[in-house]
């Protein structure tokens, strides 16, 4: 029983319109469910993916109107990336930002890739990976429904960074209870005086399947909100493992939501020691057990559960437009 990589990282907006704007016209993602919040119908979560919605694409949102921003800190996602097929593309990608005025770095190494990071409207943080043919888990297939290159298309899921103050909990439930395996390390970007950042990969490993410890003790905890990543879900290949990881997390004393169904994945939620979220979430049915996939995210997706409420969540919506 082994996680395959990352399923989908969840991240705050304070602005579904930007947000999809940002996302489908200068990311070029396919927005591949348009769906609600299924705590708060009133508000979107939204769904960006490959051509396909292949598992381990998705960067998703929970549009939350009004809340405050991000502090950055410990015990947190800090940062997520998104992965391209070469270094090419991150020129591309950064000709792209300074054309479109979107903040960014210069082209950096981290754990031995070419890498781009970037920050959206609200601050996300953002990290371009390229693959450069790299082995371990497959990439996805860039959407060619935008004026992005496919060549230059987003692929899917990278590594996501958790910063924490003491790293050793964090690495147990890693190594001890999800099976992830150290590969590596890297200088901290944030300077010589800091710890290396270490790198701890699942399934297949490459990029698509890494998480990153970096150890910050003399940074603040982390305050949560738009812009800020909520929870990473790590894929489970089906639902008969699922409810064997389930049966695990309470076997082993480790609280837990208890089983979920989203509909398009079933889900389970809990804490690690430094309170980031996790998810393991299945990569079956998929997000074309209720669309087809030529029209995925064109209209309003609810689950069964919800199905009967439409005409009152729809009038409570905003519409999601395009600006030409």
Known sequence: ???????????????????????????GMRLVKKGVNQDDTTSY???????????????????????????????????????VASTAALQYWSDRFDELNVS?????????????????????????VADNNEQGVAPGTAWNGSDVPVEYGILGLGPVTLTVAKPDATVMILTEV???RRVGSYPSLAGEQHAD?????????????EVHIETRPELPVARLG???????????????????????????????????????????????PNGI???????????????????LGETLSLPPFLEGRRADIEAKLRPLVLND
């Open 1 to 27: 029983m082994e996680l395959k990589g990352i399923h989908h990282v969840s991240i705050m907006t304070g602005k579904a319109e930007k947000n999809f704007e940002f996302y489908t016209k200068v990311l």
């Open 226 to 272: 738009r812009g800020g990543v909520h929870h990473v879900a790590f894929r489970v290949p089906n639902e008969a493992e699922y409810d064997v990881w389930a049966n695990r997390l309470t076997g082993l004393g480790i609280p837990n939501s208890g089983k979920v169904d989203r509909h398009y994945f079933r889900a389970l939620y809990f804490r690690e």
């Open 45 to 83: 979560h939204l769904f960006y993916g490959d051509a396909v919605a292949s598992p381990g694409t998705e960067l998703t949102f929970f549009d939350i109107p009004h809340i405050g921003p991000s502090y950055p800190g410990v015990s947190s996602i800090s940062a997520s990336s998104l992965r």
């Open 104 to 128: 960014h770095e210069e082209i950096k190494q981290r754990a031995g890739r070419d890498t781009l990071a970037f920050q959206d409207f609200e601050g996300t943080r953002i990290i371009l």
């Open 277 to 295: 979220l996790f998810e393991l979430s299945t990569d079956t049915p998929g997000f074309d057990v209720d669309e087809s996939m030529d029209s």
């Open 178 to 180: 999800l099976g992830f």
């Open 197 to 209: 950042i270490e790198v701890y990969a699942t399934g297949k490993g490459g990029a698509g399947a």
